[in-house]
């Protein structure tokens, strides 16, 4: 394992124990992920890419493999407050204003006052919400809402971000603009980001690595390493690189039978 | 014009006529004003060629409340006419309610000097029907005092009333409910926190919720006294288990994904309590409140039924129908209702205070 390796997974398994007997979600998951990478997550729904994605953040335990991230257990990890996890949901509070929502990490972790409202109005600057400070969440639009949420992750400048479908809910206008809004800041920030989407386009246009993955049982089928230059306009999707980029995760999802009429 | 407001007014108006035909068999200077009533609600019906405003309709209700009220004394017994005065003007009041709720339906919100117009006609109406029945029909006034002897009452004994409302509301029921509603908010939080107190409080506190707990009210008297003390105690034991089973149901009203992001902070359970669970349970706990601000002043009144000191309002109502003062027991009943819906009022406005951003306060989407 190299120094630089945020996420590291070894033969990584994970089984449901349910009533209606075991449920494999993660089977032989091995990928690492270096320093500073945008990695996209893709697959059909059940592929497994949210449960890594929460087995990482230790919302959920393995039950084979290793899996280490800065070189430490995932609860380690999580007590150290290594990663900032942004859900499908905003998951804001709405008894809480929107600076009061950014704060609310701040304040678990024991920040000063100064410090929480320096941080707050550097994080509200990156995702373009100045203005909106004592705004209800519910005063707001679901993509300014989901803004807030990755404010609130960003707030205490953990070094890995999590990102679990966050734009799923809005309209494809909205989602563009915060997919080219989210290149910016992760090309300010220089943050290691995990992003799990069902979109082949988002996942190409925003990752430097995508892994494809496929259902029962949840496995990488497939872990494509961009060259597209880091600068990425929007209009970049109608180049050949990004079309190449895009059938190649497309034959991974196939491959993966990702297609099955079964499952389709 | 509804078909509603159709019948209301071609009833009213017709009943009017007919009660001033028959009026006139009484010597013309006898209740002079409940005819002159008559005669205009009987020209309501040329309504149905050019339109009466609502107002024209609320005006001649109270025209016909202040004639029944002025001449009830008059005729003795009340003559037919006079009973079909009495409908025709519950008629107008009801005509000039419909009319006003529709008017403003669509801008209630922003209306609510107007809004409150409606519940006021309302309780007005109730309160001239039953004086002018009871006085009008010659009801026994043991059976059914009129408002006005109750109001009487009321003033008269002004000190007592206001002795047995500091025997039973501030020191019966404020401190009992305050005792219950944060023990059974402290119990809630041990509960969460014990799985054993869990499978086994919530279950008994679920069953004694459902029970009808004043029927320990002799018990308590018993155990604490005549005085107060017992009474608290009976608000303590009723007020307990509905904020118990209710916050317990609330600490768990936070979303999955609203507990993860505590997780992802490695939140403490203390800091998951404070920050999130018990904001989120807060509708459920003013729901508490509220049910127990009327259960608290049940518990004591009725309590107070099974022995205590000569004061209290249980105490004065449970000895004035014995002795058949019965305009003083609804006197005291009077200052219970007020009373009762002041403390629920005073919760209802801080939980709108408190829980602001929920939905049923607000009135938005989720």
Redesign the interface.
Known sequence: MTTSAVVSAQNLGLTFKTNDGDVVALSDVNLTIDKGEFVSFIGPSGCGKTTFLRTI???ERPTSGTLTINGQTPDQA??S?A???V???P?L???RTIEKNIA??L???GYSQAQQAQRIKRTMDLVNLSGFEKK?P?QLSGGMQQRASIARALAFDADLLLMDEPFGALDEIVRDHLNSELLKLWDRTQKTICFVTHSIPEAVYLSTKIVVMSPRPGRVTDIIESDLPRERPLDIRETPEFLAIAARVREGLRAGHSYDEDHV | MSQLQFFLALVAGGLSAAALALSLVTPFEQALLLKAFLGLGFLTLLRFFLPIGLWADGALALLGAVALLTSVGIFSPAPAFFWMALIAAWLFAWLFVERLSNVLAPRLADNAGLGLLIPITFGAALLVIWEVVTRGANVPPVLLPAPSMIGAQLANSASILWADFVQTFIKSVLPGYAMGCLAGLVVAILVDRSPFLKAGLLPIGNFMSALPIIGIAPIMVMWFGFDWQSKAAVVVAMTFFPMLVNTVAGLNASSAIERDLMRTYAAGYWQTLMKLRLPAAGPFIFNALKINSTLALIGAIVAEFFGTPIVGMGFRISTGVGRLAIDLVWAEIAVAAVAGSAFYGVIALIERGVTFWHPSVRGGRT
Request: proline letters at 9%; aromatic letters at 30%; a positive charge.
């Open positions: 953040a230790d919302l999580r007590k407050r990663y900032g996890y859900f499908q949901a998951a509070y709405p008894w609310l990490p304040e678990i972790m209800y519910w």
